[in-house]
C-alpha cells in the first residue's frame, strides 16, 4: 500500500541552528500539505501546495520557516533558526488534488526536539 | 474564525462498553467534517467523513458519526469498545474550496479499562 514517507522520524538540535525535514507525497498525488503538531494539541496547517504552487501560507511563521515542491513532488520544510517553541511533531499529508473530497494521507511525521 | 472544538481531554470506557465522543464545530457555512485516529507511533487515519445528505455516516472499524447541524456537532459513536481503540482521536473541518486544510480540535485521549 502506498504511503507518505517523511525523514528523518526524529530530530534533536539546538536553539538557532537550521532543520530541514522532507516529505516524499504518494505517486500521484499533487496536493501536498505540511502541518504542526504540538504535544498534546491538534494539528495545524502550515503550508499548502498543489503541484509546485503554494495555495495557502497564511498560518506559516515566514520569518522563520520555509518550504519548497520545486518539481511538484517531494517537499522540504526548513526552520532557521530553530527556536524552543518550534519542538514539535511536524506532519506531512498528500492528496490526489484540492477539495475536501479528496481524503488526505498523512505520513509518519518528523518529531522535532530543540534545545 | 473557523474552530472545531473537543471538551473531553480524557475518556475513559470500559472494554466492550459504547462510546460517544464529542465534537463541536464553529464556521460560517456547513463544513466538511472529519474523524480522524492516531495511534501511539502511527500516522493519522481517517475514521469517516461527512459531507452531505445522510447525517449518520459509517466509517472504518465500527465507528459511526451523526451529523446535527442545529447544535453544530459531530460526534463519533461506537457500541462495543475494544482495547485496540485506545488512541487519540481528532475531529476535523474544512471549508472545501482550494484551500482546503483541515482545521483539528485538540483530541480527545481514549482510555480503555479492561
Known amino acids: 500500500e502506498a504511503e507518505v514517507a517523511q525523514s528523518p522520524r526524529y530530530k534533536i538540535t539546538e536553539k538557532s541552528q537550521a532543520v530541514a525535514f522532507w516529505c516524499d507525497p504518494i505517486s500521484g498525488h499533487a496536493t501536498l500539505y505540511w502541518y504542526r503538531q504540538i504535544l498534546g494539541q491538534g494539528p495545524e496547517l502550515l503550508v499548502q501546495f498543489q503541484d509546485e504552487s503554494v495555495v495557502d501560507d497564511s498560518q506559516l511563521p515566514k520569518d522563520r520557516f520555509s518550504a519548497e515542491r520545486l518539481k511538484g513532488v517531494d517537499s522540504t520544510l526548513k526552520i532557521q533558526p530553530a527556536e524552543l517553541g518550534d519542538s514539535a511533531m511536524y506532519l506531512c499529508?498528500?492528496?490526489?488534488?484540492?477539495?475536501?473530497?479528496?481524503?488526505?494521507?498523512f505520513g509518519p511525521g518528523t518529531r522535532l526536539t530543540v534545545l | 474564525a473557523q474552530s472545531v472544538t473537543q471538551p473531553d481531554i480524557h475518556i475513559t470506557v470500559s472494554e466492550g462498553a459504547s462510546l460517544e465522543l464529542r465534537c463541536n464545530y464553529s464556521?460560517?457555512?456547513?463544513?466538511?467534517l472529519f474523524w480522524y485516529v492516531q495511534s501511539p507511533g502511527q500516522g493519522l487515519q481517517l475514521l469517516l467523513k461527512y459531507f452531505s445528505g445522510d447525517t449518520l455516516v459509517q466509517g472504518i472499524k465500527g465507528f459511526e458519526a451523526e451529523f446535527k447541524r442545529s447544535q453544530s456537532s459531530f460526534n463519533l459513536r461506537k457500541p462495543s469498545v475494544h482495547w485496540s481503540d485506545a488512541a487519540e482521536y481528532f475531529c476535523a473541518a474544512s471549508s472545501g474550496g482550494g484551500a482546503d486544510g483541515l482545521t483539528f480540535g485538540k483530541g480527545t485521549h481514549l482510555i480503555i479499562q479492561p
Open positions: 464556521y460560517g457555512a456547513t463544513p466538511y
Open positions: 499529508a498528500s492528496s490526489l488534488g484540492q477539495g475536501a473530497y479528496n481524503e488526505q494521507f
